[in-house]
């Protein structure tokens, strides 16, 4: 059995992820396939928003998404197909949803800089900005779609290069009923934890509690250091992870039978195949917390301790080549409790 203490090809730093802009108005980092090649049907991109500036209105062609609000109040906006529109509100601790092919923009109306975790349904996930898609068409094109004469269009500068971030002109524009619920948005911060202990807490971000999700989730995991993520694996869902805060050790399993173990810091990433064992721990920091992406609308699991205790001694004996006398005594789990108290020390990784 071999043990790698490096991240291996599971986990980047997002915080140093291939930007895709930066400038006055705010920066845009990402990690694809192209620079994580794990990743398969996700992507995660980091945007910060500056006072004043607004993500442009765009829409993504092959991925939905699923944003998490870390910091800043902002105003999003969401054109569905037949002309569905939604405006509200978004800040810390909330989410929104935005289906492959909506247009939408995020306008930071605060006074500080906004800042969000974006997951793609997608490894490679393909955007369109409309200022570019005005650029693909003829003055002429555009005056025929608005009834209006081809010479209004002219002064208008357009390229079919997209300008991701932008300043605003003048004061926001907030309707009244942007301060209502949406069906785009989800407060999963302000949600009582469906999983919880003493020692950690999970917020769950799935269909069951926001009917709008198709084919993402996500959990806010928060577990102290006396707790642990316990070794499990998702049977038909792959998962990924950001590191909101803390510092954490996790292991993965490879189907070679080798071993990445590797430390995770503040604005790291991580990506874990569907299937694949799995545990984190609290390693240096009194507490963790992570926004964890899956993609699948319920994602399911399956834990060491109710595998345990699915087999008699006897398979269990066979199965670890041990004498059935020496078996530790298993406490029966018939439902696995995804968060476990941490009663014996950080047992050091060669």
């Known amino acids: 059995m071999a043990t790698k203490l490096d991240p291996g090809s599971h986990s980047v730093s ?28 996700m992507s995660i991109k980091r945007l910060v928003i500056n006072p004043g500036a607004m993500r442009t209105p765009h829409w993504h062609a092959n991925a939905n998404e699923l944003t998490y609000c870390v ?14 529109f939604s405006s509200f509100t978004i800040g810390p601790g909330e989410m929104f949803h935005v289906d492959s092919g909506s247009l939408h923009h995020i306008e930071n109306i605060g006074e500080e800089p906004a ?43 357009r390229d079919t290069s997209d300008r991701r971030l932008a300043g605003r002109v003048g004061d926001p524009v907030v309707p009244e009923s942007a301060h209502f619920n949406d069906p785009h948005k989800f407060a999963v911060e302000a949600q009582s934890p469906p999983v919880g202990s003493a020692v950690g807490s999970a917020r769950l971000a799935r269909v069951q509690f926001w009917p709008a999700l198709k084919d993402l989730s996500m959990y806010s995991l928060r577990i102290r250091e006396d707790g642990m993520r316990e070794p499990h694996w998702h049977p038909v869902t792959a998962e990924m992870g950001y590191v909101a805060s803390g510092s954490s050790r996790m292991t993965v399993m490879d189907p070679d039978g080798t071993l990445d173990t590797w430390y995770l810091q503040e604005g790291d990433m991580y990506f874990i195949p569907r299937a694949y064992p799995h545990h984190i721990e609290v390693v240096d920091a009194p507490d963790l917390h992570f926004a964890i992406f899956f993609d699948q609308p319920t994602p399911g699991d399956i834990g060491y301790r109710a595998s345990a205790s699915a087999y008699s001694r006897e398979v269990l004996a066979a199965t670890f080549n041990v004498h059935i006398d020496d078996l530790p005594n298993f406490p029966f789990t018939n439902a696995d409790p995804l968060i476990v108290d941490r009663i014996n020390p950080l047992d050091p990784r060669d």
Do not use: C, W
């Not at 910091?71 to 569905?84: A, E, I, K, N, R």
């Not at 996930?125 to 608005?146: C, Q, R, S």
């Open 14 to 41: 997002l915080l140093n992820g291939e930007i895709v802009e930066e400038n006055e108005f705010g920066s845009m980092r990402r990690v694809t396939a192209d620079t994580l090649p794990i990743l398969s049907g």
């Open 71 to 84: 910091s800043g109040t902002s105003l999003v906006s969401v054109l569905d197909s037949g002309s569905q």
């Open 115 to 157: 800042e969000f975790v974006l997951a793609f349904r997608h490894e490679r996930p393909e955007d369109f900005g409309f200022g570019a898609a005005f650029g693909a068409m003829t003055d002429a094109v555009l005056g025929n779609t608005y009834d209006l004469q081809a010479s209004d269009f002219a002064k208008i500068r």
